[in-house]
Structures are given as structure tokens and as C-alpha cells.
């Protein structure tokens, strides 16, 4: 079974956390012992030994300034501030609306290569037409009770996504075909979403595999989105957050994934055939 993201976030949040208790022990400290000499309250070492709070910057050095363990102080506040990132509440992402969000993504994508998208129950953002992403963006800014700048946020998509028409690019997309009836907006915005896959399909640098609901499921089941970008760096989607994995084992994991994943879609007249007859089972 394939590594909880979320999971993997906080194991990554548990060994600092395991690294500073082992510092305060060799240090022969006790928790109290420890909180008065960095000036807190005994409960927040505890806190920070089972990871239940992340240290800051700050607390790290005055943990090894405690215990005399400063040259460790730098390793550690790298190795935290990776875990932090590792896991990103949306809630924090679309503080500055959900436009700023999809903007935030442009300089990356112009340098990433090689895009591998999978997705269980949308279009990809790379291939979805303006009516579909305003309605989704916008259903995401209410369930998020945020201000809904979903028709902005969608112009945006759509403007950073013509990143597939640029050279040096390649995209490997596959869409379980549960996707093409999950309906976004009207009727006729899905329509035209789906008219947009026909043509995206068939672009060079495009290759759109449709996983046939169907298919007998001997090595996967639907996963969560996520998106793998040149080979170092994954980024899955959840309800709550969005994780962001670049150990080399987590992404040979979802890379592994994606191959059986993409080993059960169908391509090309095929992958057509069931994109036109979602169309027609709008009518």
C-alpha cells in the first residue's frame, strides 16, 4: 500500500522531533530541566518532543544552546523547515485567493520538463477550459469560505496551462473515466470541457490516457490526484492540504504508481470514443 502522504509528512516531523529529545537526554536535562534554561514552560518541550508542535528557528537554537549541542542547531532547522513544507494547509495557500494561488505556480511550470498528472475525479488543471475551472474554483472558494475569485483564479489557470503549447515540455496525463461525468457547471460548460479534451489529446507534447471505469483493478485502486514534476519533486492533493514530497523513495513510489496506472488506460480512438460518449450522455 502506498505511503500516506500526510503520514510521510509526519514521520518527517518526528525524527526532529526524535533529534532534539536525543540532544536533551545526552545532555542529561530532564524536560523541566530543560523549558528554564530556554525560558518556556516544561508542557512545550513535551509538545515538541512528541511533535505536536513544530519548533521554530528560534526554539531549535536555544534547544542546542542548552544543551551544548550547538553545531547541531543549523542541520536541524533545515531538516524542520523541510518538514513544514512537506505538508501545506490549503487553508493557509488561499489566504490571498485562490488567483494568487494558481499564479503562484507559473515560474515552475515554465522550468519543469516533464509534467505526469493523475486524477480520479477532475480534469487536470493543465487541460481544463474556463467555464469548468471558474465553477470548480469557485465551488472550492465557498466550501473554503473564502472571497470567490473563481473566474478570475480561472483565467489565470487557463493562461498558466498554455504552458503545453510552449517547446520543451512533454505531459503524460491520465484521467479515471469516473471524471468525464463528475459535472462541473452547465451542462454546456461541460461540454465544451470536454470538447477541450478531444483537441488537447491530440497535441504532440500531450499524452491523455482515460482509465476505463471498467477495468479490473489487480494492482491500484483510485488514488488521490497527484502531479509529478520532472522526476524529483511530487505534489499530492488533499482535502485539508496539499503535500509536497521530494524524498528520492516517496517519489520512485508514486512514479511506480503511475506506470501501473498508466499501463490500465486506453489511448488515442480509444481514449476519444469515451470522451465522446461522456459528451453525449450530456444530451
Known sequence: MPISPSSSAQAARETVAGRLRDIRKSAGLTVTELADRCGWHHAKT????????????????????????????????????????????????????LKQLQDSWVHFFHETQLFRVYSATLIPGLLQAEGYASALLSLIADFREIPDDGEAAATARVERSKVIHEPGHRFVLLVEEAALYYQLGEAEAMAAQLGQLLTAGALPAVSLGIIPAATPRRSHWPLETFH????TFVSVELLSAQVNLTQPSE???????????????????AARSLIVKAIEALH
Open 228 to 231: 509529478v514534476y520532472d522526476d
Open 251 to 269: 517519489v520512485a513510489l508514486y512514479l511506480k504508481a503511475f506506470e501501473e496506472l498508466r499501463g490500465m488506460a486506453v489511448y488515442g480512438a
Open 46 to 97: 513535551s509538545r515538541v518532543e512528541n511533535a505536536r508542535t513544530a519548533p521554530s528557528a528560534k526554539d531549535i537554537h536555544l534547544w542546542c544552546g542548552a544543551c551544548d549541542a550547538v553545531d547541531q542547531a543549523a542541520g536541524l532547522i533545515a531538516q524542520s523547515l523541510n518538514a513544514e513544507s512537506m505538508y501545506s494547509e490549503w487553508r493557509h495557500q488561499v489566504r490571498s485567493g
